[in-house]
């Protein structure tokens, strides 16, 4: 697994659902989608229920949660940082954050170098 710089940040609403979902389910993890049939939206899901590929990418920690995005997925999206942040709705099928009418919405703005 490779590991990037912290790349990812959360809103003060973010860390509460975060928070809100830990006390429910324990420690959890993000991944972030690719696309299909959930979009782009960040995935909660419990850590010990989500089994990791050798080229996902630690891209950091939001709430004390590990946050990952698939290889091809950060090649796309490299010079950016991600700020999660929640907006009304349903969350992904198997995300925790689903059935809250609160979901996980992934905000990006790019990196300034130097």
């Known amino acids: ?9 959360a ?4 860390l509460a ?6 006390a429910e389910h324990g420690p959890v993890l993000f ?3 690719g696309g299909c049939c959930d979009g782009s939206s960040p995935m ?10 050798d080229r996902d990418v630690l891209l950091g920690e939001i709430g004390g ?4 995005i698939g290889a091809a997925q950060f ?14 709705g349903r969350g992904g099928m198997f995300s925790l954050d689903n059935g809250r009418e609160r979901r ?5 703005c790019l990196i300034r170098e130097g």
């Open 11 to 14: 809103t003060p609403e973010a």
């Open 104 to 108: 996980f919405h992934t905000r990006s």
């Open 31 to 33: 991944h972030q989608s």
């Open 75 to 88: 090649e796309a999206w490299q010079h950016t940082e991600l700020v999660i942040d929640v907006v009304p």
């Open 17 to 22: 659902l975060i928070a809100e979902i830990q």
């Open 1 to 9: 697994m490779a590991e990037a710089a912290s790349r990812v940040s």
């Open 65 to 68: 949660a590990p946050f990952y």
């Open 44 to 53: 909660c899901y419990p850590q010990s229920d989500f089994i990791l590929g």
